[in-house]
């Protein structure tokens, strides 16, 4: 039971510096064609509105949209048939927090900002019926063929102190130019070899024999949102310190 007169001891408690960290978010939308890229998205840096806030963490959230138009042509003596081979493409996607020439250390020493790659595209096992070459180069004849393929999904990633040259990279007054952009791998198997007269070390289209492969319409589209979480520096927090005053007496 406890008694609301003067409490037989006192404790003075500093309650554990209580800080809640606030956010700070914008989203950039980007559409951009991949066989022109890259593309250099503008973003709002993190300002430490002259070190009266510190940046404790960055989260990149990555909304892709992906459309790929591929074309295959043979060039073949002899027809071939869906599943005599494959072929697989990946594109890697990669975000520059800064350009190499300018950005952030403009006519300084060499700049090398930080990236990091926040997701991939897979067009896997493309296979078709070819016939022999038609002796024309780049139609839509019956030895080629085109397929679609598309994907849409989320890539989520933050960063804290733990990535310090992160947090460095998107902090100063005012915009950053950023790098977005990728490259492609294109793989490409005989599951049963037609055995066409090899072509030499360059192939040449269209003359020597061989299937080729091209992406005549690749659109990446989408949206990144960047949120910044921050806290007052610590001479600031010290002003939002909670005391607390803690009285107890217990009756005997
Ligand atoms: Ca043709």
Redesign the pocket.
């Known amino acids: 039971m406890l008694d609301r007169r003067l409490p037989g001891s006192l404790f003075l408690l500093m309650a554990p510096t209580l800080v809640v960290a606030e956010t700070l978010e914008q989203t950039i939308p980007f559409d951009y064609d991949v066989n022109s890229g890259p593309i250099f998205p503008v973003i709002e840096s993190f300002d430490t509105q002259g070190g009266q806030r510190e940046l404790t963490g960055v989260t990149f959230e990555f909304n892709h949209n992906f459309d790929l138009e591929m074309f295959v042509?043979s060039t073949g003596p002899t027809a071939i048939n869906s599943g005599d081979f494959l072929v697989d493409f990946t594109y890697i996607t990669l975000y520059q927090l800064g350009t190499v020439d300018g950005g952030k250390k403009e006519g300084g020493p060499s700049n090398d900002p930080p990236f990091f790659g926040p997701g991939a595209f897979f067009a896997e096992s493309v296979t078709g019926a070819l016939a022999a070459?038609?002796?024309?180069?780049?139609?839509d004849?019956p030895?080629?063929f085109r397929r679609n393929f598309s994907d849409t999904f989320t890539v989520t990633q933050h960063y804290d102190g733990a990535d310090p040259d992160v947090l460095a990279a998107v902090t100063d007054v005012g915009q950053l130019t950023t790098v977005f952009g990728g490259f492609s791998e294109t793989f490409f198997r005989w599951i049963n070899d037609p055995n066409w007269p090899a072509p030499g070390l360059f192939p040449e289209y269209p003359d020597d024999a061989a299937l080729w492969i091209s992406t005549p319409t690749f659109r990446h589209s989408g949206d990144i949102t960047i949120t910044y979480e921050f806290v007052p520096e610590p001479a600031t927090a010290g002003s939002l310190a909670a005391l607390a005053l803690f009285a107890l007496r217990r009756r005997r």
Do not use: K, R, S, T
């Open positions: 042509e070459y038609d002796g024309v180069p780049g139609n004849g030895d080629a």
